[in-house]
């Protein structure tokens, strides 16, 4: 019988259903469980160091455990945050949201070192950039001091500065050239579809559907650096989806109008079938839809009215 938790073994990532060590530190931490009522064992237990040590590895090397293991471990209510962990993604996310403040006010994120208004905020943006570059160097991307892929997203995405250089030139950092090409990305979408509205399902360039949708939420939140919010809306990027829909349809109102003034102009002038006017798969779904909509009592008002204005439009099937 397995006796005295004191004994557990560290693991040895990585680890397998099989091999003993598991069941043994699993049998230890079910003791655990049972004396205390918990599994989350402090990552320095002094009771208990090895258990600890144990516990510690789960959570930096979850990635490598296998899914049976983690299952194991959730049964038994295992937290894969430890309590000193979400601690300090709270200050994190507290001093975050002061630095927001800060750009708002002021239209950058360059906090002085000593600022006098708020002297935590200017050492702990000195901080981030030293964890920031610490984050790029590949040895060091698990370590507990660098910053989080989204906590680069998000610092990035208000403008954050992390090399300082005389005469205000810095270098560009890659979300800023990620942003940069997105952008670019986002012009060639709206010269070939005559909008901005890249839909969630945009199969062809996903990453640039998920970007526009990212901006929108960034501006939602007051997070989107000033400058990016006016090259946006330079385009003609819509902040809000009701705005959205609605352009949207007027856009194939537009569409399925010059086919019908088509249609007329073509029976007048009795030309031959080669130049008989063509509406797309897409705007035939768009005004059998409208017809169902008027069926049901759905359809605007003001929306039906502008297509009682087209001639030769009919909402009966035809």
Request: charged fraction near 30%; aromatic fraction near 12%; include cysteine.
């Amino acid at each position: 019988m397995y006796r005295g938790i004191q004994f557990a073994i560290i693991i040895i990532i990585p680890l397998t259903v099989d091999n003993p060590t598991w069941d043994d530190n699993l049998a230890a931490l079910c003791e655990y469980r049972d004396r205390h009522g918990t599994v989350n064992i402090p990552d320095r237990s002094s009771h208990y160091p090895q258990l600890g040590r144990f516990v510690y590895n789960l959570r930096r090397q979850k990635s490598l455990l296998t899914q049976i293991q983690k299952q194991q471990l959730d049964e038994l209510g295992f937290l894969w945050e430890s309590s000193l962990d979400a601690k300090r993604q709270q200050q994190w996310e507290d001093m975050f949201d002061r630095l927001v403040a800060f750009q708002q006010e002021h239209g950058h994120c360059v906090v002085p070192q000593q600022y006098e208004k708020d002297p935590p905020l200017g050492i702990w943006v000195m901080n981030q950039r030293s964890r920031w570059k610490l984050s790029e160097l590949e040895t060091s991307s698990s370590s507990q001091a660098a910053l989080t892929e989204d906590q680069r997203e998000r610092l990035a995405a208000i403008g954050f500065v992390v090399r300082l250089r005389p005469g205000g030139a810095r270098k560009q950092t890659k979300f800023e050239q990620r942003w940069n090409l997105r952008f670019q990305e986002l012009l060639a979408y709206q010269e070939e579809h005559g909008d901005c509205n890249v839909p969630l399902t945009f199969v062809k360039n996903k990453k640039l559907a998920n970007w526009v949708h990212t901006q929108r939420q960034y501006h939602k939140k007051g997070q989107l650096r000033w400058d990016r919010y006016q090259a946006l809306c330079d385009i003609g990027f819509t902040w809000d989806f009701a705005e959205i829909h609605d352009e949207s349809w007027h856009r194939r109102y537009k569409q399925v109008k010059t086919y019908y003034e088509q249609l007329q102009q073509y029976k007048l002038q009795q030309s031959d079938t080669s130049k008989l006017p063509t509406l797309s798969d897409r705007a035939k779904v768009w005004k059998d839809n409208q017809r169902r909509a008027h069926a049901s009592g759905y359809l605007d008002p003001d929306r039906k009215a502008l297509l009682d204005e087209i001639e030769g439009f009919e909402w009966r099937q035809e």
